[in-house]
């Protein structure tokens, strides 16, 4: 079928999209949204008001795919009036056609790795297929682009510049429901970045599940280089990047944002454990000692640089002093933040099997009391910023309190008040006094 005919088929269907998860899986969204709009399709806020209903799920955690289903049961009642739906992320890739079984009303299921083929697979259900899939798995090697992603902010968007995952952690269900690593060029990417910048975009945050593995496919940038080439584009004020992992994370990244003054003073760096020997256990494939010669890295660079983490409480078979271990080093590295979740076994992944699995009463105590200090370093961190004028990137108000909201560069939220008539715009950069500090805010006046 043609693209002008598929045009007109889906002429005046609307589509409703929710998402769940991550980064990545919010800027999928925007990317099947924009394929959807090209398509012809209209969005709608209100699930009833649409013909297309999708569901953009995630499953790094919990029972999410008994979340998955139980949501997909709401859709039985709507099913009657004639909508259709799909199921795409991380659960449909997991899950696949056991999806159809479960919920015979669900018309297409598609992995991350399939969107690209979205644009065919719409057709097949304008012309009424049932079981439509795009289940690649690891096959992929191509990645998803289109010029048509419709962000949902106009002053800072996200650019993928790798996906999937070759890591497998032991824990980790992301190798199997995003498929192979495979990077953009940076040619492309740096179009992208262009584009956004032109159109009056000035932060960028370039994603991967692990961007430190980025591999240039026409060999001209490094990750460190083409992190620096997005900052020196002219207009772009601030550029992010999420996720580091240790193993692959190298000291010209941090030479590149003590050399390029955009590129933001904040790294995350997910370390799961601070014990080695958990660490094997994960198959992480670095030590304590390695991943804090990073941090020494981090430590070092010409600006104070904020970190922070991600932790796992309870991995099976982590005892009192590995967890010990963990606690010891967030006050090692001090840490911005962190965000530390409760082991949680996964489908199809090596630690499912694995003995000595730790009762869910002992994880949350875990969880509990490491969160108990990181709340104390972080006043403590806080605390150094008052009184000092720091740069914010207005993100919004709150009317209630009076406060404009705003973000620095190390990622800390500062809510402001000003003495202008007019409140500053989302997306304006200002120049704010800090007066006080919480464990995890700021407050501060404008700088008239
Ligand atoms: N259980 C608990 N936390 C997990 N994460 C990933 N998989 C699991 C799991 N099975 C956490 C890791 C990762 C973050 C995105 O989610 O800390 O860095
Ligand atoms: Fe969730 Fe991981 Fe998939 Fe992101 S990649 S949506 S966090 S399972």
Not at 64 to 93: I, M, P, S, T, W
């Amino acid at each position: 079928m043609s693209q002008e005919k598929t045009a007109v088929s889906a002429a005046n269907r609307t589509f409703y999209i929710e998402t769940f998860g991550c980064q990545m899986n919010v800027h999928d969204s925007e990317k099947v949204i924009g394929t959807l709009e090209q398509q012809g399709y209209t969005r709608v806020e209100d699930e009833e008001a649409a013909d297309l209903i999708l569901y953009n799920t995630c499953s790094i955690r919990d029972k999410a795919e008994q979340k998955v289903f139980h949501r997909l049961n709401d859709y039985k009642k709507l099913h009657a009036q004639g909508k259709r739906f799909a199921v795409l992320g991380c659960v449909a890739q997991q899950e696949g056609e056991k999806i159809f079984e479960r919920a015979p009303y669900v018309s297409l299921v598609s992995g991350s790795a399939s969107y690209r083929k979205l644009p065919e697979m719409l057709v097949q259900l304008e012309q009424g297929a049932s079981r439509i899939t795009g289940l690649d798995d690891r096959q992929t090697e191509e990645t998803f682009e289109t010029e048509f992603t419709a962000r949902s902010n106009r002053h800072r968007g996200y650019i993928t510049i790798i996906e999937g995952c070759d890591k497998f952690c032991a824990y980790c269900v992301v190798p199997y429901t995003r498929g192979k690593e495979r990077s953009r060029t940076s040619t492309s990417v740096l179009a992208e970045a262009q584009r956004m910048a032109d159109a009056g975009y000035t932060e960028i945050q370039l994603l991967g599940q692990n961007v430190n593995s980025y591999r240039d496919a026409e060999g001209r940038k490094s990750f460190a280089e083409l992190l620096a080439a997005v900052g020196e584009i002219s207009g772009i004020q601030r550029v992010r990047f999420t996720t580091s992992h240790p193993r692959d994370f190298t000291r010209d990244i941090v030479e590149a944002i003590d050399a390029v003054p955009s590129l933001c003073d904040h790294v995350h760096l997910p370390v799961q454990s601070g014990s080695s020997r958990v660490l094997h256990l994960m198959q992480r494939e670095y030590t304590r000692e390695q991943y804090l010669e990073h941090i020494s890295w981090i430590k070092a660079a010409k600006r104070p640089i904020s970190m922070t983490t991600d932790m796992i409480m309870g991995f099976p078979g982590e005892t009192p002093k590995d967890f010990e271990d963990t606690v010891t080093l967030a006050a090692e590295v001090q840490y911005d933040g962190i965000f530390a979740f409760k082991y949680s076994p996964r489908p199809n992944t090596p630690a499912i099997t694995m003995a000595d699995s730790i009762p869910e009463e002992e994880k949350s105590m875990r969880l509990q009391i490491l969160l108990d200090r990181q709340r104390e370093i972080q006043r403590i961190n806080y605390a150094r910023h008052v009184g000092q004028t720091l740069e914010v990137m207005v993100e919004g108000h709150n009317s209630a309190r009076g406060q404009v909201i705003g973000r620095t560069s190390q990622n800390k939220t500062l809510n402001f008040t000003t003495r202008q008539p007019i409140l500053p715009a989302p997306g304006s950069y200002l120049k704010v006094l800090v007066t006080k500090s919480l464990p995890n805010s700021l407050v501060g006046e404008a700088i008239d």
